[in-house]
């Protein structure tokens, strides 16, 4: 499905600077860049995607190295620790909006991606958040709730979204369905009943 995009604004350079913090990211990576990359382009967006190393020490450069020619788009640039590729990354975007995204989930899947974005562009929100997947927020209106930002781990876009609902943006949050979600409610609902249990007993 092709999108018909809202033009970006006269300060920024793309629709869309793509944020993807990756550690030891080797095995997902390259896939992550090469199907954001296909992805948007296909939609007509203007992006730059910024890969940013949190400390990797695998073969991940090594990989994104050899997409350079294949994708111009892509930018390697480094973070000073784990949890601080978001901060670096929106310093460095230059797009009118921001996609947060880790290298497994998009070389999974980007469903989804092209609505929220396209809702973000044309001022329909201030951020949408698909919590354990990805996060695009208006980048101008988002940047004080990311600065300074440490992010890591499967949490990372539920702080976000906490971040940005503190500084009063517009936010859509959905919850996505999954293993993680799934697991978490059994762990509820038999905490729940070993304690009725001891009741009854």
Same mark, same amino acid.
């Given at each position: 499905m092709v999108l018909f995009l809202? /033009?970006?604004?006269?300060?920024a350079r793309f629709d869309l600077s793509v944020i993807l913090p990756f550690g030891d990211d080797e095995e997902a990576v390259g896939v992550a860049v090469r199907r954001t990359a296909e992805y948007l382009r296909a939609t007509g967006t203007s992006f730059e995607l910024l890969a940013i190393d949190e400390d990797s020490g695998d073969n991940s450069h090594a990989v994104l190295a050899l997409l350079r020619a294949e994708i111009p788009e892509l930018r390697v640039t480094t973070a000073p620790g784990r949890g601080r590729g978001v901060d670096v990354g929106t310093?460095?975007?230059?797009?009118?909006?921001?996609?947060?995204?880790? /290298?497994?989930?998009a070389a999974a899947s980007l469903d989804g991606v092209g609505d929220s974005l396209r809702r973000v562009l044309?001022?329909?929100g201030d951020a949408e958040v698909a919590l354990g997947r990805y996060t695009v927020c208006h980048r101008v209106r988002a940047l004080a709730s990311l600065r300074g930002a440490r992010l890591v781990g499967a949490a990372m876009h539920r702080r976000i979204s906490k971040r940005l609902h503190v500084r009063n943006l517009l936010v859509?949050?959905?919850e996505t369905r999954g293993t993680g979600v799934a697991a978490k409610t059994a762990v509820g609902r038999l905490r729940?009943?070993?304690?009725?249990?001891?009741?009854?007993?």
């Amino acid at each position: 499905m092709v999108l018909f995009l809202v /033009p970006m604004s006269d300060s920024a350079r793309f629709d869309l600077s793509v944020i993807l913090p990756f550690g030891d990211d080797e095995e997902a990576v390259g896939v992550a860049v090469r199907r954001t990359a296909e992805y948007l382009r296909a939609t007509g967006t203007s992006f730059e995607l910024l890969a940013i190393d949190e400390d990797s020490g695998d073969n991940s450069h090594a990989v994104l190295a050899l997409l350079r020619a294949e994708i111009p788009e892509l930018r390697v640039t480094t973070a000073p620790g784990r949890g601080r590729g978001v901060d670096v990354g929106t310093a460095r975007a230059q797009g009118t909006a921001l996609l947060v995204i880790t /290298p497994d989930v998009a070389a999974a899947s980007l469903d989804g991606v092209g609505d929220s974005l396209r809702r973000v562009l044309a001022s329909e929100g201030d951020a949408e958040v698909a919590l354990g997947r990805y996060t695009v927020c208006h980048r101008v209106r988002a940047l004080a709730s990311l600065r300074g930002a440490r992010l890591v781990g499967a949490a990372m876009h539920r702080r976000i979204s906490k971040r940005l609902h503190v500084r009063n943006l517009l936010v859509r949050v959905t919850e996505t369905r999954g293993t993680g979600v799934a697991a978490k409610t059994a762990v509820g609902r038999l905490r729940a009943f070993a304690a009725r249990a001891g009741r009854v007993a």
